[in-house]
C-alpha cells in the first residue's frame, strides 16, 4: 500500500498551492479520503475529507472557503487546492484513507507559507 504526497513547498501569504496524493496497493475507490496537517508543536488536524464516490466532503473552519478536496477515481488521486494561503497554513500535510476495515497515511509534504 502506498500513498505519496506531492505538490508542497514554499508560497507567499495569498498564493496557492496544489496537493496531489497518488494511491497504489488498494481498492482506492472504496476508501473516504482526506488531508491532514501538523504544525510544530501542535496535534495533526483534519484539513478537509472526501466520501469514496466523491459525493459528499466537510472541511475544517479555518479552511474553509479557500481550500477544495477533490479526487479522480481513474486515476487513483486525491487533490487539494489550497488558495489564499496564510502564514498559519504552515505544516507538513498528509493524505489519508480510511475504509470500514483500514486505514492508511501518507509521508507529508511540507506546505510552508511566508514572505
Known amino acids: 500500500v502506498q500513498l505519496v504526497e506531492s505538490g508542497g513547498g514554499l508560497v507567499q501569504p495569498g498564493g496557492s498551492l496544489r496537493l496531489s496524493c497518488a494511491a497504489a496497493?488498494?481498492?482506492?475507490?472504496?476508501?473516504?479520503m482526506s488531508w491532514y496537517r501538523q504544525a510544530p508543536g501542535k496535534e495533526r488536524e483534519l484539513v478537509a475529507a472526501i466520501t469514496s464516490a466523491g459525493g459528499s466532503t466537510n472541511y475544517a473552519d479555518s479552511v474553509k472557503g479557500r481550500f477544495t478536496i477533490s479526487r479522480d477515481n481513474a486515476k487513483k488521486t486525491v487533490y487539494l487546492q489550497m488558495n489564499g494561503l496564510k502564514p498559519e497554513d504552515t505544516a507538513v500535510y498528509y493524505c489519508n484513507a480510511r475504509s470500514y476495515y483500514y486505514m492508511y497515511w501518507g509521508q507529508g509534504t511540507q506546505v510552508t507559507v511566508s514572505s
Open positions: 496497493g488498494f481498492t482506492f475507490s472504496r476508501y473516504d
